[in-house]
């Protein structure tokens, strides 16, 4: 910050409480003014569930890359880090008990937040630190930087409890076939070798017209199948993540927080369609699943 703008930013307050405000989720994504990706799209399920989140930017923008223009700008990394350090100056990882990153628009926030995890982790042992490596999908191939990928492998995945990508993501990390559900379950464990507790598989191939999500630790596999919507939208895997986090968040078993986050994620997409909106209906994805806990239920078969 210059001295000029500081200057003018800085002031006392005549009364105040001295006790810090509590927060449960450090989110640390995208943001868009129209349309739901990255912290626009997560952000508002984990609200609408009660759950006190802070949002870290890595990206300003005035929608999805997928509309005729697109406006604003990456954060150039010296201001994202300056953001991460001022969550942590007030004392945000210490309180948090998760944390969330997802997209981040170039390698060099990447390395910043690999840098800050760093060395806010080992004081902060309360802190679940979840991962979803954006890189790309089956029908774009890769949209990130490639010397992400190398940062995701190399420094962010061996401090992860939870890692969330979709099949091409799980293949790109792993370099193996990870489309199928076999391939995919194959792929995950591979995954754990290097870090995490539970790598969640989503988008993958099942039965003709189904999609299958697998949850898969170093005891158990979980599979989920559900029937795949017309319908492509950005901030679907961010909703996934933050409904699983907020169920987490209220002591449910992991099995059944899936459960219900699939769900909501599946209702949301059927809102989607069913109001013919260009952009995900996020705000019906937590109702949906409050209210339809099993209406598609997890079977174990590991």
């Known amino acids: 910050?210059?001295?000029?703008?500081?200057?003018?930013?800085?002031?006392?307050?005549?009364?105040?409480?001295?006790?810090?405000?509590?927060?449960?989720?450090?989110?640390?994504?995208?943001?868009?003014?129209?349309?739901?990706?990255?912290?626009?799209?997560?952000?508002?399920?984990?609200?609408?569930?009660?759950?006190?989140?802070?949002?870290?930017?890595?990206?300003?923008?005035?929608?999805?890359?997928?509309?005729?223009?697109?406006?604003?700008?990456?954060?150039?990394?010296d201001w994202f880090a300056d953001l991460l350090l001022g969550a942590e100056e007030r004392g945000l990882p210490a309180r948090a008990k998760m944390l969330v990153s997802g997209y981040f628009g170039s390698v060099g926030n990447g390395a910043a937040f690999a840098d800050w995890l760093e060395r806010v982790l080992p004081a902060s042992p309360q802190l679940r630190y979840c991962l979803d490596p954006v890189i790309g999908d089956t029908h774009t191939g890769p949209y990130v930087e490639p010397g992400l990928e190398t940062i995701f492998a190399e420094r962010l995945l061996p401090h992860a409890w939870l890692v969330t990508p979709n099949a091409f993501e799980l293949g790109r990390l792993t370099g193996l076939p990870s489309l199928a559900e076999a391939d995919a379950i194959a792929a995950s464990r591979a995954l754990l070798q290097r870090g995490p507790e539970w790598v969640i598989a989503h988008s993958v191939g099942g039965d003709p017209g189904q999609l299958v999500t697998l949850a898969v630790s170093r005891d158990a596999v979980w599979r989920w199948s559900s029937p795949h919507l017309p319908v492509d939208v950005a901030g679907t895997g961010d909703v996934l993540m933050s409904l699983l986090v907020a169920f987490l968040l209220r002591g449910e078993r992991f099995e059944q927080a899936l459960s219900r986050s699939i769900s909501g994620v599946h209702a949301a997409l059927e809102a989607t369609l069913a109001n013919d909106h260009e952009e995900f209906d996020v705000l019906a994805a937590a109702p949906a699943a409050l209210a339809q806990p099993h209406r598609f239920t997890a079977e174990r078969i590991a």
């Open 1 to 77: 910050m210059n001295d000029s703008l500081e200057s003018h930013l800085v002031h006392g307050r005549r009364q105040r409480p001295d006790g810090p405000s509590p927060v449960d989720v450090i989110s640390v994504q995208s943001q868009l003014v129209y349309g739901h990706a990255g912290n626009s799209a997560a952000v508002p399920p984990l609200r609408a569930l009660g759950v006190r989140v802070a949002e870290v930017p890595t990206t300003l923008l005035s929608n999805a890359p997928f509309y005729p223009t697109t406006r604003g700008r990456v954060l150039p990394a």
